[in-house]
């Protein structure tokens, strides 16, 4: 499956590639990877390959590498309350900061250069927004849960998948972790593509409608942002008046 699609080459000059642009890390940063068996999860094996690969070639500072790899296994019982704590439902995934920003599929083609830009800057503690988008980030009320749906061979997904992580990124450093951000490989998720349907990518969708297609300006992506998180604080208070008790 993995030729029909995506090119994964794990080669001398990835390597030198990887190992030039993470030389840059200042802080750690952790990845985490859950899997199953071959049998069941046709890219796992590769997407391990990939991030091993960024483990590898990351510096290292104080006697340990800058990019720390831990993987989680569906088919280990001990594993299974990881997978339950950071929402993951689907194999391959790739999460960092404990589920904040997700990858639901490999980050492969095209995607490697959003992800390697999304540590990047999450080592470096800057998200590259600007000032007025970090103050509505803090302010918000509603959860929002980001979906970016993409494809290994789109050049403009990566674009899209980090801006989307770096909401996610900024909102939790502002200490208001509202924001989830997913990046879902079409291809592994088809359903969710055609629950959307998908014509073109990237899509992305907020708190599950379908909500732009292409790659957004920051100052117009922030105002789809807060009109969902008011949405969903509304969506949540007419619960709560229900007689549910909600967690916003």
């Known amino acids: 499956m993995s030729g029909k699609y995506y090119e994964l080459e794990i080669n001398e000059s990835f390597?030198?590639?990887?190992?030039?642009?993470?030389?840059?890390?200042?802080?750690?940063?952790?990845i985490d990877v859950?899997?199953?068996?071959?049998?069941?999860?046709e890219t796992c094996n590769d997407t391990i390959s990939l991030v091993k690969a960024v483990e590898e070639t990351s510096p290292v500072k104080d006697g340990k590498k800058m990019v720390?790899?831990?993987?989680?296994?569906r088919s280990q019982q001990r594993d299974l309350e990881e997978f339950k704590k950071q929402g993951v439902e689907r194999v391959p995934s790739v999460t960092l900061?404990?589920?904040?920003?997700?990858?639901?599929?490999?980050?492969?083609?095209?995607?490697?250069?959003?992800?390697?830009?999304?540590?990047?800057?999450?080592s470096e503690n800057d998200s590259g927004l600007e000032e007025e988008t970090k103050k509505e980030l803090k302010a918000l009320k509603g959860k929002v849960h980001i979906e970016t749906?993409?494809?290994?061979?789109?050049?403009?997904?990566?674009?899209?998948?980090?801006?989307?992580?770096?909401?996610?990124?900024?909102?939790?450093?502002?200490?208001?972790?509202?924001?989830?951000?997913?990046?879902?490989?079409a291809y592994e998720?088809?359903?969710?593509?055609?629950?959307?349907?998908?014509?073109?990518?990237?899509?992305?969708?907020?708190?599950?409608?379908?909500s732009f297609v292409g790659v957004p300006y920051e100052?117009?992506?922030?105002?789809?942002?807060?009109?969902?998180?008011?949405?969903?604080?509304?969506?949540?208070?007419?619960?709560?008046?229900?007689g549910e008790k909600t967690q916003l």
Do not use: H
């Open 68 to 73: 720390e790899l831990r993987i989680f296994k």
């Open 34 to 41: 859950f899997v199953d068996s071959d049998e069941r999860c």
């Open 97 to 122: 900061l404990d589920g904040i920003i997700k990858y639901s599929g490999i980050p492969a083609g095209e995607e490697i250069r959003g992800f390697i830009e999304t540590i990047m800057r999450i």
């Open 189 to 210: 998720n088809m359903d969710i593509a055609e629950k959307y349907g998908v014509m073109s990518v990237p899509a992305i969708a907020l708190n599950g409608v379908m």
């Open 15 to 30: 390597m030198t590639e990887l190992k030039e642009t993470l030389a840059y890390m200042v802080n750690p940063v952790r």
């Open 219 to 242: 100052e117009d992506f922030i105002e789809y942002i807060k009109d969902a998180s008011e949405n969903k604080l509304k969506e949540m208070t007419l619960k709560d008046e229900g």
């Open 149 to 185: 749906v993409v494809t290994p061979p789109c050049p403009y997904c990566p674009y899209a998948a980090l801006l989307a992580n770096m909401f996610a990124y900024e909102a939790y450093k502002q200490g208001n972790p509202k924001i989830i951000s997913e990046t879902v490989e």
